[in-house]
């Protein structure tokens, strides 16, 4: 069932802009309620459809460099609209603790310390989507995948992506958060002490990120990354730009890419990352009281 889904998909894609009456027809009424929820995705033209919104249903991907805070965003709005997030990492580490076939066939090629190829993550990842569907999943947010053009078109063939959210930093106040990261040597606890203000200029606003700082206990235990050295983190934000823009343009092209720049910290930047997406302010609510 899911696979001829999948086929239908492929071979039909559902735009809203389809040169197909009958099919715009079918889609009208469905893109009217999505315009209620999701008006200024559909203000772009040509909009992409969007399913039910009653249905719920999400498939979303979240694109960001690292340090940005990606999944700790993808992480509330996965709560936020009950749909799972998705880490590709962490589905590799469970397939890798799991049994059968693909299981190992990974873990030969981790202990031989090879790289996990597109195909065999992207085997991962649909068997985790067929699953939660048949759990009677209603979407997923996806974090750490696609990071290449091919993983994108691969991705492609699988599953309807219909909104990818891309979330940008400024490039010195990145360096900077990451290069404040500590870890408690004791009980394994993420801070950071950065604290980032930066004056507005020239009529961009001001950015102020609080420190994250540790429990009085952890105080003498905190040890820095070996690879959060500065050279270290600017090799790494080159290498992951060099990658991902190519990406971004994929989605852009097909319009689904959503451009959010961090405003400040999470309490700055959560309910204007809200805002941008149109979820409404009752939602909002009832998740910062949760
Ligand atoms: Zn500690």
Redesign the pocket.
Known sequence: MAALRRLLRASAPMYYHSQCTAQRRLFSSLASEAELRFPSLLNRSPPPVRRDPKERSIQWVFLGCPGVGKGTYASRLSQLLGVPHIATGDLVREELNSSGPLAEELRGIVNQGKLVSDEIIINILSKRLEGGEAKGESGFILDGFPRTVRQAEILEGVTDIDLVINLKLREDILVEKCLGRRI?S??G?NFNVASIEIKGENGSPGIYMAPLL?PS??TS?LITRADDTEEVVKERLRIYNDMSLPVEEFYRRREKLLEFDLPGGIPESWPKLLHALNLNEQDAKQSAAA
């Open positions: 408690c004791q009980c606890g540790p206990g952890c235990k």
